[in-house]
């Protein structure tokens, strides 16, 4: 398991690296001491999880993960209980209060093994071409992580986009364009300018004005794809 320290304390740095050496399948390979420099080294590094403090020069941990196109696994760390909420509102997978004790960092490695990622990532440093997996939202107050498989329909909204999950639709501060570039090509199709829809959610195809298809998703949405996406979708699926 590869992990990187955001702090901006260098002797709480130091100490978390020191309790991590307990652990033989934990790898150090970084750290940070702002946000600026925590953003530089999660995507030079790719580690597999993310020790972050929340409070740090030049930001917060959430702003770290809002500027993030991929955040890896999180526990975040700090001195001020008054966070852990929020922390557990973006899915972080645990919750560190300092001075951290060895038994609580036991189990929020643990947590991070249990979700499996560290042995689905690669231990180099991600290559060119791996579909974006999820993304880190913000919707007024609320923040937190977003498994991109389970989002039936993206939609345009100018240079952002808007995830259409059931109870809620948050922005995501990326073009449409640059989702279609990054998303699993095998799960997201792009139905139209306006549109990416997750084929694992589509129940039925009708036939649509001029020659188009009229895809109905569950949950009962449908989203008309272009003439020209319509025919690609036919040759796709051989229809």
């Known amino acids: 398991m590869r992990a990187l320290i955001a702090d901006d304390e260098r002797l709480a740095r130091a100490e978390l690296r020191r309790l991590l050496a307990a652990f033989p399948d934990v790898e150090v390979v970084g750290e940070a001491s702002h946000v600026e420099e925590t953003c530089r080294q999660v995507e030079a590094l790719s580690p597999d999880l993310l020790l972050l403090d929340i409070q740090m020069p030049g930001g917060?941990?959430?702003?770290?993960?809002?500027?993030?196109?991929?955040p890896p696994d999180v526990v975040f760390t700090t001195a001020f209980d008054e966070h852990a909420v929020r922390a557990f509102q973006v899915n972080a997978l645990d919750y560190l209060l300092k001075p951290i004790e060895p038994a609580r960092l036991a189990e929020a490695l643990e947590r991070v093994r249990q979700r499996g990622r560290a042995a689905r990532?690669?231990?180099?440093?991600?290559?060119?071409?791996?579909?974006?997996?999820?993304?880190?939202?913000r919707d007024g107050e609320r923040c937190w992580l977003v498994q991109l498989a389970q989002v039936p329909l993206i939609t345009s909204e100018g240079n952002y986009s808007r995830l259409v999950l059931e109870g809620h639709q948050p922005l995501l501060l990326r073009s449409l364009s640059y989702l279609e570039e990054r998303l699993d090509s095998a799960r997201f199709f792009r139905a139209s300018r306006q549109h990416l829809i997750n084929l694992d959610f589509i129940e039925a195809l009708e036939p649509g004005p001029g020659g188009t298809l009229v895809a109905r998703l569950r949950g009962g949405r449908e989203v008309e794809l272009s003439r020209r996406q319509s025919q690609r979708f036919r040759e796709r699926m051989s229809l």
């Open 60 to 70: 917060t941990g959430f702003d770290v993960l809002a500027r993030l196109d991929e």
């Open 121 to 137: 990532v690669p231990t180099t440093p991600q290559a060119q071409g791996t579909p974006l997996e999820r993304v880190f939202v």
